[in-house]
């Protein structure tokens, strides 16, 4: 693991294999999704809103290109950051035809200082097409996938309209395997119904499955969602801060201490916020996790019988 945390952080993966700050730049490749267009639903996941986490980049004009070199200029005069991975994030980044999303990703790859790319999808839309074409690039480039799963119940997955389940995860994982593609993991704490022992049962499942990197999230509550309507009519209640220190810790503790952790909470938009507002206070919510660990003297991995 190599690293001064608790938990094997990003940073320090990346810095271990490039030994210099590299930064992920998020892009907005003009992507739909079928949990939107109508192939699955039209309604889409319960959190999400009409942008599907995304910056809206595209729709303002915004080429791949033009959103990189934007990303490069302002993260080197932030984070003096001089390698950067081409991150598409919104909507479902690999449901389209291969010509398409090679193209895509070559116009990412292309880029200097582009030292790889991350591609951020659902787990029922990826093909071994598409696979192939990702790992063509893993000579060169840092390759990773990121799958949304969200939790490991299907009676969560089904609540949240999610249109798949966890067996969909499970194929996706087998057939992304052994082609030196990374696998990272998306999960959200604090879904509708979830108990804290669910939370953490997902992280024992995911155990096993070869995954090599982990995203968590707090679910919060955006405006124009179906989430901020069952907010309102007090149908979801969201989680206290401390409560999601808790149970991050407590999962990182059942993870693998080799799974990469890229995210410990999300970044919700100031003004499309309607709940928890301490949703907004990152960097406390991150020393708070820092500082649980210390105290309970918890490593990533340490509960794993
Ligand atoms: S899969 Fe992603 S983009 Fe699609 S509806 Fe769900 S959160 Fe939104």
Redesign the pocket.
């Known amino acids: 693991m190599n690293t001064e945390k608790r938990y094997y952080d990003f940073n320090t993966y990346l810095k271990n294999l490039y030994g210099c700050r590299v930064q992920k730049i998020t892009i907005d490749a003009g992507m739909t999704?079928?949990?939107?267009d109508g192939s699955i639903s039209t309604g889409?996941?319960i959190?999400?809103n009409p942008k599907?986490?995304g910056t809206g980049a595209y729709k303002k004009g915004l080429s791949i290109t033009d959103q990189i070199n934007a990303g490069k200029q302002a993260l080197a005069r932030r984070y003096n950051a001089k390698k950067f991975i081409a991150y598409f994030q919104?909507?479902?980044n690999t449901y389209a035809p291969t010509d398409r999303l090679a193209a895509m990703y070559e116009e990412a790859l292309a880029i200097p200082g582009v030292v790889g790319i991350s591609i951020g999808t659902?787990p029922d839309c990826i093909t071994p097409k598409t696979i192939d074409l990702l790992a063509s690039y893993t000579r060169d480039y840092l390759v990773w996938v990121e799958y949304?799963l969200q939790s490991a119940h299907d009676a969560t997955l089904e609540k949240i309209n999610?249109?798949h389940d966890f067996n969909a995860f499970k194929n996706a994982v087998e057939i992304t395997a052994n082609r030196n593609i990374n696998i990272c993991t998306h999960v959200i704490l604090g879904l509708p119904g979830e108990t804290r022992k669910q939370m953490l049962e997902t992280a024992e499942k995911l155990a096993d499955t070869g995954i090599n990197g982990i995203k968590l999230h707090l679910l919060y509550v955006v405006k124009n969602t179906t989430l901020a309507d069952w907010h309102e009519k007090g149908r979801y209640k969201c989680l206290e801060q401390d409560e999601y220190v808790d149970i991050v810790c407590e999962f990182l503790a059942r993870l693998s201490a080799n799974i990469v952790v890229q995210r410990l909470t999300g970044d919700p938009h100031l003004q499309e916020l309607v709940a928890p507002k301490w949703a907004l206070e990152k960097a406390r919510t991150l020393e708070k996790i820092e500082r649980k660990m210390t105290e309970k003297d918890l490593l990533q991995g340490c509960r794993i019988p």
């Open positions: 999704c079928p949990n939107r889409g996941c959190y999400c599907g986490s919104a909507y479902t659902r949304g999610r249109g």
